[in-house]
C-alpha cells in the first residue's frame, strides 16, 4: 500500500514503522517548507570593523614548521589522500582540485566537526566543488571530549586542530595549489570555532564562514545538548567528584584557545555568519557572543535546530559560496601575498598549468607576478610526485584519528621537535 502519510497503528503502544516514517517526512517537509519564510538575513555593517591586534603567547605567535609531503594518493578524478609531516606533527588531508586545463580556481578548506563527520565533509566538498571551488580539509587530530581528557588535554587537542589546518594551509600555497584565485575557510559547528582562530591567525586568508558556531566555550559545554558533552561532564562529575562550577573554572583556566580571543583579528567584512534559532547544541547566547566578537558581520539565521540544519544544507551552502565570490582576489583588484621562495621553510613550488590568459589576473605590488610553468602541470595527482623519504621513515603510514603518544612537557598546540611551532 502506497504511504499517503494518514496511516495510523491500530496499537497505540507500538506504532507501526510506516506511521512512524510518515511522521517523520512529515515533519522534515514542514521543516523545509518553512526555511524559506523563517531565516533572516543581516548585512555587514555600512563600516566594518578591520582586524585588530590581538595578545598571543610566544607559542602562538612562533612560525610554522617546514612542512613536507609524506605520502599521497592519487584516488582520481582529482582526488588525492595525503600525509604531511611538521616537526613531529602529521597531518592527513584530503584534496580536491579541477583538471589541469580548468583556469585557476579558489580554494575552501573545510574544518571538521566534533564528532569526526567524513561524510558531512565530503558532501560539503562535492556541493562546493560543483560551484566552482577547489576543497581540502584535515582528517580529526583525535576524538575530543572523551575520557580521560580533562582542560589541559581538550586546550592541547584544539590547539593542534588549529595548528594542523595552518600546515595544511601553507602546504597548498607552496605545492599543492600555489596558484589558487583567493583562500577561503568554512567551519561548521566546533570547526566554525576552529575557523575563527585560523583565521585571526592567517591575515591572508581572502575570507571565511562561521556556521553554527559559538564563543565561551567554558559556558557553552555546561549548556550544550550535546550528547557527547553530556557524557563527558557525567564522567567528570562520577570520576572527579566536581560541580559544575569546579568544571567552567577549571575550562576558563586551560582553554587559551577561546574563539573569542581570536575573533577581533579578524576583519569583519571576511565574514560570513550561520546561526541557527533552535540550536541547543550551541545555544543561542554563545552564537551571539561570536558574532559580536566577530564586529557583527553579515549574519545568516535559520529557523531550524543544531542537527535539523542539515536539510537547509544547499541554501547555507549558496550563501557561503556567494560570499566567498565576491571576495575573490581577481574580483576585488587584489591579489594577496603567497608563500614563496623567500619565505622561511619554502619549497619547490608543485606548480598548477593555467589556463590561457589567466596570468593577466592582478597581482599586489608586494609581489610581482610569477611566469608561468612551461611544463605540464606537477601536482600531488602524478604517480611521479617526489615523496621526503626522510621524513616518512618507519611508522609513516596512516595513523587513524591519533596522532600518537606526544612526550611529557610538550607545549600544547606544538609539534614536538626543537623547532615547533605554535597555534
Same mark, same amino acid.
Given at each position: 500500500?502506497?504511504c499517503t502519510?494518514s $496511516? /495510523? %497503528?491500530?496499537?497505540?503502544?507500538?506504532? %507501526?514503522?510506516?506511521?512512524?516514517?510518515?511522521?517523520r517526512?512529515?515533519?522534515?517537509?514542514?521543516?523545509?517548507?518553512?526555511?524559506?519564510?523563517a531565516?533572516a538575513y543581516?548585512?555587514?555593517?555600512?563600516?566594518?570593523?578591520?582586524?585588530?591586534?590581538?595578545?598571543v603567547?610566544? /607559542?602562538?605567535?612562533?612560525?610554522?614548521?617546514t612542512v613536507?609531503?609524506?605520502?599521497?594518493?592519487?584516488?582520481?578524478g582529482?582526488?588525492?589522500r595525503? @600525509?604531511?609531516?611538521?616537526? #613531529?606533527?602529521?597531518?592527513?588531508?584530503?584534496l580536491?582540485l579541477a583538471?589541469?586545463?580548468a =583556469?585557476?580556481?579558489?580554494?575552501?578548506l573545510?574544518?571538521?566537526?566534533?564528532?569526526? *563527520?567524513?561524510?558531512?565533509?565530503?558532501?560539503?566538498?562535492?556541493?562546493l566543488?560543483?560551484r566552482?571551488f577547489?576543497v581540502?580539509?584535515?582528517?580529526?587530530?583525535?576524538?575530543a +571530549?572523551? =575520557?580521560?581528557?580533562? #582542560?589541559?588535554?581538550?586546550d592541547?587537542?584544539? *590547539?593542534?586542530?588549529?595548528?594542523h589546518q595552518?600546515?595544511?594551509?601553507?602546504?597548498?600555497?607552496?605545492?599543492g595549489?600555489?596558484?589558487?584565485? #583567493?583562500?577561503?575557510v568554512? *567551519?561548521?559547528?566546533i570547526? &566554525?570555532?576552529?575557523a575563527t582562530?585560523?583565521?585571526?591567525?592567517e591575515p591572508?586568508?581572502?575570507g571565511?564562514?562561521v556556521? +553554527?558556531s559559538?564563543?565561551d566555550l567554558?559556558?557553552m559545554?555546561?549548556?550544550?545538548? $550535546?550528547?557527547r558533552?553530556?557524557?563527558?561532564?557525567?564522567?567528570? /562529575?562520577?570520576?572527579?567528584?566536581? *560541580?559544575?562550577?569546579?568544571?567552567?573554572?577549571?575550562?576558563?583556566?586551560?582553554?587559551?584557545?577561546?574563539?573569542?580571543?581570536?575573533?577581533p583579528?579578524?576583519a569583519?567584512?571576511? @565574514?560570513?555568519f550561520?546561526?541557527?534559532?533552535f540550536?541547543? @547544541?550551541?545555544? #543561542?547566547?554563545?552564537?551571539?557572543?561570536?558574532?559580536e566578537?566577530l564586529g557583527r558581520?553579515?549574519r545568516l539565521?535559520?529557523?531550524?535546530?543544531?542537527? %535539523?540544519?542539515?536539510?537547509a544544507?544547499?541554501p547555507i551552502?549558496?550563501?557561503?559560496?556567494?560570499?566567498? $565570490?565576491?571576495r575573490?582576489?581577481a574580483l576585488r583588484?587584489?591579489?594577496?601575498?603567497r608563500?614563496g621562495?623567500?619565505?622561511p621553510?619554502?619549497? =619547490?613550488?608543485?606548480a598548477?598549468?593555467?589556463? =590561457?590568459?589567466?596570468?593577466?589576473?592582478?597581482? %599586489? /605590488?608586494?609581489?610581482?607576478?610569477?611566469?608561468?610553468?612551461?611544463?605540464a602541470r606537477?601536482?600531488?595527482?602524478r604517480?611521479a610526485?617526489? @615523496?621526503?623519504?626522510?621524513a616518512a621513515?618507519p611508522?609513516?603510514?596512516d595513523?587513524g584519528d591519533?596522532?600518537?603518544?606526544?612526550?611529557? &612537557?610538550?607545549?600544547?598546540g606544538?609539534?614536538?621537535?626543537?623547532?615547533a611551532a605554535g597555534t
Open positions: 500500500m502506497p502519510c $496511516e /495510523r %497503528s491500530t496499537d497505540a503502544a507500538a506504532p %507501526s514503522p510506516v506511521a512512524a516514517a510518515c511522521r517526512i512529515r515533519r522534515a517537509l514542514l521543516l523545509a517548507a518553512g526555511f524559506g519564510a531565516c543581516r548585512p555587514a555593517p555600512a563600516h566594518p570593523r578591520p582586524a585588530l591586534p590581538i595578545q603567547s610566544a /607559542r602562538t605567535a612562533a612560525p610554522l614548521p613536507r609531503l609524506v605520502e599521497a594518493d592519487d584516488l582520481g582529482g582526488r588525492c595525503g @600525509v604531511l609531516a611538521a616537526d #613531529g606533527e602529521r597531518v592527513r588531508f584530503e580536491r583538471t589541469a586545463a =583556469p585557476a580556481r579558489p580554494l575552501v573545510l574544518v571538521p566537526i566534533l564528532a569526526g *563527520g567524513e561524510d558531512l565533509l565530503a558532501g560539503v566538498a562535492r556541493r566543488f560543483a566552482g577547489d581540502a580539509w584535515c582528517s580529526r587530530v583525535a576524538a +571530549l572523551k =575520557p580521560p581528557q580533562r #582542560g589541559p588535554d581538550l592541547d587537542l584544539f *590547539g593542534r586542530t588549529v595548528l595552518r600546515l595544511l594551509l601553507r602546504w597548498l600555497r607552496q605545492e595549489a600555489p596558484d589558487a584565485d #583567493g583562500w577561503f568554512l *567551519g561548521m559547528s570547526g &566554525g570555532m576552529v582562530a585560523v583565521a585571526g591567525l591572508e586568508l581572502d571565511v564562514a556556521c +553554527l559559538g564563543g567554558a559556558g559545554v555546561l549548556r550544550s545538548s $550535546e550528547v558533552v553530556q557524557r563527558w561532564l557525567d564522567w567528570r /562529575r562520577t570520576a572527579d567528584g566536581v *560541580g559544575d562550577d569546579h568544571l567552567e573554572w577549571e575550562l576558563r583556566e586551560y582553554l587559551r584557545h577561546e574563539p573569542l580571543a581570536f575573533a583579528a579578524v569583519t567584512d571576511k @565574514v560570513l550561520v546561526g541557527a534559532a540550536d541547543t @547544541v550551541v545555544p #543561542g547566547w554563545h552564537q551571539d557572543l561570536l558574532w566578537a558581520p553579515a539565521d535559520v529557523a531550524l535546530g543544531h542537527y %535539523s540544519a542539515a536539510i544544507i544547499d551552502l549558496a550563501a557561503v559560496a556567494e560570499h566567498f $565570490e565576491r575573490r582576489p583588484g587584489a591579489r594577496p601575498h608563500a621562495a623567500d619565505d621553510g619554502a619549497m =619547490p613550488g608543485l598548477r598549468r593555467r589556463a =590561457p590568459g589567466s596570468d593577466a589576473r592582478p597581482h %599586489s /605590488r608586494a609581489q610581482p607576478p610569477r611566469p608561468a610553468p612551461d611544463h606537477s601536482s600531488i595527482l604517480p610526485l617526489p @615523496v621526503d623519504a626522510h621513515g611508522g609513516s603510514g595513523q591519533h596522532a600518537g603518544p606526544r612526550p611529557a &612537557g610538550a607545549d600544547p606544538r609539534g614536538t621537535g626543537a623547532a
